[in-house]
């Protein structure tokens, strides 16, 4: 059999291709022979979209949302109204609370709730007691403000590492959450009385 020997352009085409087909090959080898890189995992810090706060933040911001729906209600109702409770033929309301007493009732509690270190047992009773004492609606309104401001510098010391601690029914988390609960449903019962003397909460009312 004779071998057709080219020469010219046709030749040095091939010899082209044949070399660039060899360099590749070589390359596809020497890829598949190297060992495969491990996929690079994400930090485990970096998680995108994701806010942490603080639990003091947390609670704090809650706490301020509380505090103004419930102040507000309690400055809402007439000095002269602060003795109301709902009347005898208007529902099951034997031995409620009076408005003024709903007051003094979490202004006190609020010792209790966020009293933390500052507030011994002792402290905490002798406090409730004063405060319960009181009758005109400045000085109640007062005893609301100071108990509310003693809520915050309690919740303004809770961290990651304490507020799990053991404290009173639970934790001091729990505490926070207890006492903010706490005003929630005596806020509902104040609430009941200004709409039972024809006056709208002020957190209700159309801006």
Not at 105 to 114: C, D, I, P, T
Request: net charge positive; with cysteine; glycine share 10%.
């Amino acid at each position: 059999m004779q071998i057709q020997v080219l020469r010219g352009p046709v030749a040095g085409r091939l010899l082209c291709c044949c070399t660039l087909l060899t360099a590749f090959s070589a390359f596809a080898l020497s890829q598949a022979a190297a060992p495969a890189k491990p996929a690079m995992k994400p930090s485990p810090t970096a998680k995108p979209g994701v806010v942490h706060i603080t639990p003091a933040d947390g609670y704090g911001k809650l706490l301020s949302l509380v505090e103004g729906e419930f102040l507000s209600a309690a400055e809402a109702m007439p000095e002269d109204k602060f003795n109301f409770a709902p009347p005898a033929g208007s529902g099951n309301f034997d031995g409620v609370r009076t408005f003024g007493q709903q007051v003094k009732h979490v202004a006190g509690s609020n010792y209790f709730f966020f009293g933390g270190a500052d507030f011994s047992e002792a402290a905490t009773k002798a406090k409730q007691d004063e405060i319960e004492k009181l009758t005109t609606k400045a000085d109640i309104i007062k005893a609301l403000k100071d108990s509310m401001a003693q809520a915050h510098k309690y919740v303004g010391g809770l961290t990651t590492a304490n507020v799990s601690i053991k404290s009173g029914f639970g934790s001091r988390g729990t505490m926070a959450a207890f006492g903010i609960a706490h005003m929630m449903d005596h806020y509902g019962q104040m609430c009941v009385y200004l709409r039972m003397n024809n006056i709208v909460p002020p957190a209700s009312q159309k801006k």
